[in-house]
């Protein structure tokens, strides 16, 4: 009889506007664990910057990783989900650091279908003209990283399943983009 694995800590990876507030809270739900959005953890600075269209610096995301971590470890062993642009593999590995054993789900798109979606959003500090910044930082997931690439062109419903199949085999390497 196959043991039951350990629920792992997801962190749902991608640029803004790749639907990461979206597709968390139905892949939390879907796995029975709780959600943590990853904005609720940028300090008031942090906000105020990206609101006027200032990039934030690796020292800025320092404690923003730091605190995600945190939340991230004390999750382990019991499971979660939290949603991180993770842009970086430094990023990745400050995670790494703080709570082992994360696992990240990267939420993929082509630029044209994340400006358009960016462009549709109400209330969100993130302006659309980060969006070429975050392209430019993104290092999507090496093959000694755990974790899964899934692109968003289908419906929140659509990638939630495609990423929860994909998370299925965790433990392998990380694999290219669903088409």
Not at 14 to 36: D, E
Not at 64 to 85: F, P
Request: glycine content about 10%.
């Amino acid at each position: 009889m196959q043991q039951p694995r350990t629920p792992h800590v997801v962190v749902v990876m991608g640029v803004s506007g790749t639907g990461k507030t979206t597709i968390g809270p139905l892949l939390a739900t879907r796995l029975g664990v709780p959600y943590a959005e990853a904005d609720d953890f940028h300090s008031p600075a942090n906000i105020h910057k990206m609101t006027a269209g200032t990039p934030l610096t690796d020292e800025d995301r320092r404690p923003w990783l730091d605190a995600i971590g945190e939340w991230a470890h004390g999750r382990a062993g019991l499971g979660g989900v939290v949603s991180c642009s993770a842009l970086k593999r430094s990023y990745r590995d400050r995670l790494r650091a703080t709570a082992p054993g994360v696992v990240f789900l990267h939420l993929t798109g082509d630029r044209a279908l994340i400006e358009d979606r960016m462009g549709h959003r109400r209330g969100h500090f993130m302006p659309t003209a980060l969006l070429d910044s975050q392209f430019a930082t993104l290092q999507p997931l090496e093959a000694d990283e755990a974790g899964v690439a899934v692109n968003v062109s289908g419906t929140p419903d659509e990638v939630t399943a495609h990423a929860v199949a994909a998370l299925g085999d965790i433990d392998g390497p990380a694999t290219p983009p669903s088409k």
